[in-house]
């Protein structure tokens, strides 16, 4: 047996905790069973948000403490001083610690299993099975979400154990919410509209249950990964690429019908995509640590031509933002954003907006959307290389925030839109402008970033 | 995996058992180690030294694999650190300054979950709990709940927990820091049986008293940079320092001592005598035999050592005068 998960029965399954559950669980639902008069529907309906309370409110919170409380504890250098592999520690951990959460769920489960068999409904049997499933399938994803936001959290070393718990928590919920509804299929109120993907037609239940197992093999990918991190394995950063790229393509399969429909432009095919690889750009440098000793040793590898080195050290933003610029650039290449308008789906809100834009202007803002990407990167960069390295990436978000919309408001408001492209892309800019505005924010931050690695690179003793 | 002494066995032959060569870790502002490259002796207890911050605990952890360093590389029991990880960590135990234990398990619990972690063979699991129990004399305490040991018995599960897969390489993290006398005594028992059962260990400490019973060599860490690497014990033959004391001076002992060829650099001090041996072993215990059957009322007759506050303040004091 894995002894992570061996270790964790033991610490998990004493007698009275086995005890404990299934009777605070039977004496809720034996309430329920005598106060309404034994309705298999009121104990059904019970048990299902016992399970879902179960699963999600304790099950993500249990997840997201696991590696916290080894942490505070003073146990995880041990832990990572075993010789068990990072996906034996992953499954292990994971799957041992919340084991008691799911000998609690089992009763109210079984409880929904039974009342639904009452009903005359057979559970395993098509829609019925495939919504037990789901509501399974959203509570280990949940779980697996909050379990990889925490390992997340612990890498970037600045907060407090409860609100590092608490935000892992908040993004395993968060998951499960979004696991739980998606293209209308949702868990509680059961719309099942049909889904058209890549010119396929799903039914919305099954293909929502498909792409929660798709999430939920993903979601413990990334687990596996961030342990090797922990466990000191040197790997090159493909993953969140290969994620990207898992997500470009399932994007794709959803746009399709509408493209076709909008006459299959190049752009169109493109735009998914290079959203996607703008917020993945995005995601990755707000969620990787940004030391600028690592930053120092890639800049030493590159310069000694140590290629495998240098990959290994390649923070995940990285390959993701060069993604981006070339699907910025090749959308430039080919004509820009100028014929998305007769893809509704795709530029939405912003239709309005995009009647303003010369074709010239057009042709340019997604290499004008690119640069903002590499300056606001290099914003980033410039706090996470400062003194106060705890806060940065807060103060990072806090500026970016007020620069694309308080400060872009105003402008806009003062009817001084020359200005626009020094803090937000804007269609209707000059190209010059729109290229010229974020090229130059981009080689200032640029001249800041290296200063700031400079300084960290001049050392001081360790000790007098 | 190696087991019950095969392993050991086999690195016995071996004389080099840490290699650590230039060793450098930043973190932002301040380069924690500098250039450290050293070897370590198996069967050897090395005493990792140097006023706060110097970067012992950094050191202790790049040796541990916990830590990578930005450049440099790391051997242990013919493993390099920092590529095999986890291969390494089957060779070596480690513990923290600040470790940590699972309360609501048993001792034996304990030690059964670090031998299947550390991947024992199953069958092996038993034996190896049991037998490190009884290492650290915890033996009769394998069914009690951790979280009711005494600060001392923690100390020694730490320690069972770090050593239950018989590691080659023991690296140790101000182990006594919070014992009482009586559990640092029975540390530095413990420490030097394990030395004398075939294992290589260091133990990292700014407190030198408690290193100063156990050390057979000493590593000076100070501002990130290794200042000094010696042996503190004489070993047995080659050209050693001795030290003779009887119970009551004796006129006689000068001119025997003057009179024996293998002695150079004589000084006596009342009943003291310190002289450097060049003879080997069989020949200073036959100069012991004359010295008793001359009458001379011999106290103590053994290697001479340089304290290790002694020779680490004299060290870091010699580097301080320097400009």
């Known amino acids: ?464 | 995996m190696q087991w019950e002494g095969e392993g050991l066995a086999s690195y016995r032959s071996m004389t080099t058992m840490i290699a650590v060569r230039g060793l450098v870790f930043d973190y932002p502002g301040t380069r924690a180690l500098d250039s450290v490259s050293f070897e370590l002796e198996a069967e050897t207890i090395t005493a990792l030294v140097g006023p706060n911050g110097a970067g012992k605990t950094t050191l202790l952890r790049c040796l541990a694999g916990l830590d990578a360093p930005f450049a440099g590389e790391v051997n242990v029991a013919g493993l390099d650190v920092l590529s095999e990880p986890r291969q390494s960590h089957r060779r070596m135990g480690f513990l923290a300054d600040t470790f940590g234990l699972y309360d609501e398990l048993t001792v034996e619990q304990c030690l059964l979950y670090r031998a299947a972690a550390l991947s024992l063979p199953a069958e092996k699991h038993s034996s190896a709990a049991r037998l490190s129990a009884e290492r650290l004399a915890i033996a009769d305490r394998l069914k009690q709940k951790v979280g009711t040991l005494s600060r001392g018995l923690r100390q020694r599960l730490a320690i069972a927990e770090s050593i239950v897969h018989r590691p080659e390489v023991l690296l140790l993290d101000e182990p006594a820091s919070g014992l009482d006398p009586e559990a640092r005594v029975g540390l530095a028992e413990t420490l030097r049986r394990l030395r004398d059962e075939g294992m290589t260990i260091v133990v990292s400490s700014h407190i030198l008293s408690e290193l100063e019973d156990y050390s057979t060599h000493m590593l000076i860490l100070r501002a990130g940079r290794l200042v000094e690497q010696r042996a503190l014990l004489a070993v047995s033959g080659g050209d050693s320092g001795v030290v003779l004391r009887l119970a009551a001076a004796d006129p006689r002992l000068e001119f025997l001592l003057n009179n024996e060829s293998a002695i150079v650099g004589l000084i006596i001090d009342g009943e003291t005598a310190h002289f450097r041996f060049t003879g080997d072993g069989l020949a200073r215990a036959l100069l012991l035999r004359r010295l008793i059957e001359m009458g001379l009322p011999v106290l103590d007759f053994a290697a001479e050592r340089e304290g290790l506050q002694e020779a680490y303040l004299h060290r870091v004091g010699e580097k301080k005068l320097r400009p």
Request: glycine content about 10%; some cysteine; aromatic content about 14%.
């Open chain 1, 1 to 464: 047996m894995n002894p992570e998960l061996r270790r964790n029965f033991w610490l998990q399954f004493s007698l009275p905790r086995l005890i404990i559950a299934p009777l605070a669980s039977g004496m809720v639902l034996l309430l329920v069973w005598l106060v309404t008069g034994h309705s298999a529907a009121a104990l059904g309906e019970t048990a299902k948000w016992l399970y879902l309370l179960i699963v999600l409110l304790w099950g993500t919170r249990r997840a997201a403490d696991l590696i916290a409380e080894e942490v505070a504890g003073g146990t995880w250098d041990g832990q990572r001083m075993s010789a068990l592999g990072a996906w034996q520690m992953t499954w292990g951990k994971f799957l041992g610690g919340i084991s008691y959460v799911w000998y609690a769920a089992a009763f109210a489960f079984a409880a929904l299993v039974w009342a639904q068999g009452l009903l005359g409904i057979r559970p395993w049997r098509g829609d019925e099975a495939i919504l037990l499933l789901h509501l399974l399938g959203i509570g280990v994803f949940g779980q697996v979400v909050a379990f990889l936001a925490s390992l997340v959290v612990l890498r970037k070393q600045v907060m407090r154990r409860r609100l590092g718990v608490t935000l892992s928590q908040f993004a395993g919920l968060a998951a499960s919410a979004t696991a739980s509804g998606p293209l209308g299929v949702s868990l509680i109120f059961r719309q099942r509209p049909a889904v058209d993907w890549f010119g396929w037609h799903w039914a919305g239940d099954l293909f929502a249950l498909v792409t929660l197992a798709l999430f939920l093999a993903w979601s413990l990918f990334g687990a596996y990964r961030q342990m090797r991190i922990e466990l000191q394995f040197r790997s090159i950063p493909w993953a969140w690429m290969a994620f990207a790229l898992f997500l470009m393509a399932y994007a794709e399969g959803l746009l399709y019908a509408p493209i076709v429909q909008g006459g299959g432009v190049f752009a169109a095919w493109l735009t998914g995509p290079f959203v996607i690889a703008i917020l993945f750009t995005y995601a990755a440098l707000f969620l990787e640590p940004k030391d600028v000793v690592r930053y120092r040793w890639l800049w030493a590898a590159v310069a000694a031509g140590e290629s495998k080195r240098a990959l290994t050290l390649l923070p995940q933003w990285i390959p993701v933002f060069l993604l981006a610029a070339l699907g910025g650039f090749t959308l430039s290449l080919f004509g820009g954003l100028g014929r998305l308008p007769d893809v509704p789906i795709l530029v939405g809100p912003f239709a309005e907006m995009a009647a303003l834009g010369s074709s010239a202007s057009f042709r340019v803002l997604p290499v004008a959307i690119v640069l903002c990407l590499l300056r606001d990167a290099l914003v980033v960069l410039y706090f996470n290389f400062g003194p106060r390295r705890g806060r940065a990436d807060f103060l990072a978000f806090i500026y970016l925030a007020l620069a694309y919309f308080p400060v872009a408001g105003v402008l806009l408001a003062l009817g001084a839109t020359s200005l626009l492209p020094l803090v937000t892309p804007y269609p209707a800019a000059p190209p010059l402008i729109s290229i010229g505005a974020p090229l130059t924010e981009c080689v200032g931050m640029g001249l800041l970033v290296l200063h700031r690695a400079r300084a960290a690179g001049r050392f001081k003793p360790a000790a007098a």
